[in-house]
């Protein structure tokens, strides 16, 4: 796991080690809230620009990394699974997608950059995806659980 922060203080450290998993597909990223901006960056550029975040947590692989879909993913793979992920549009728009069924990769990383117009996106997690949306019918249970995102429409 990496990088945890919430209401500022920061609870885990941001996790540049090398390992396996999906986590280590690098480049993985960050996503963080600071006031009404956020951001999506890849973990060594995020680390450069000494963010001192509200809510950010760390995640990985980056599905789009400037605009560009991550170098390691190709179209034939086989590897489908159910996924979730955030990407930012601008410094004030949040997108988070899940999948109703299991995708590659490169098509989830292709639904944020070509679709959601996000020039920067992180994978937040896969087969224990879940989302808590009833006015959609989806009310999922999995467990367990890492960071759990809410998010509230407020006015401006």
């Not at 899940?98 to 490169?106: A, G, L, N, R």
Request: glycine residues 10%; positive net charge.
């Amino acid at each position: 796991m990496g990088l945890y922060v919430e209401n500022g203080k920061e609870l885990k450290a941001a996790n540049t080690r090398n390992g396996p998993g999906n986590f280590h597909l690098k480049p993985n990223g960050i996503f963080d809230v600071k006031g009404r901006q956020v951001g999506v960056l890849e973990t060594g550029a995020y680390l450069r620009q000494k963010i001192r975040p509200d809510f950010a947590t760390q995640s990985g692989p980056m599905l789009v990394i400037n605009g560009q879909i991550h170098p390691q993913f190709s179209e034939q793979s086989t590897s489908r699974k159910i996924r979730n992920g955030v990407g930012v549009k601008g410094q004030d728009t949040v997108m988070f997608a899940i999948s109703d069924s299991p995708v590659t990769f490169s098509t989830f990383a292709r639904l944020f950059r070509d679709e959601l117009g996000c020039a920067n996106a992180l994978f937040l997690d896969g087969s224990v995806s879940s989302l808590y949306a009833p006015s959609w019918e989806r009310i999922d249970s999995l467990m367990p659980m890492g960071p759990i995102v809410g998010a509230l429409r407020r006015r401006l």
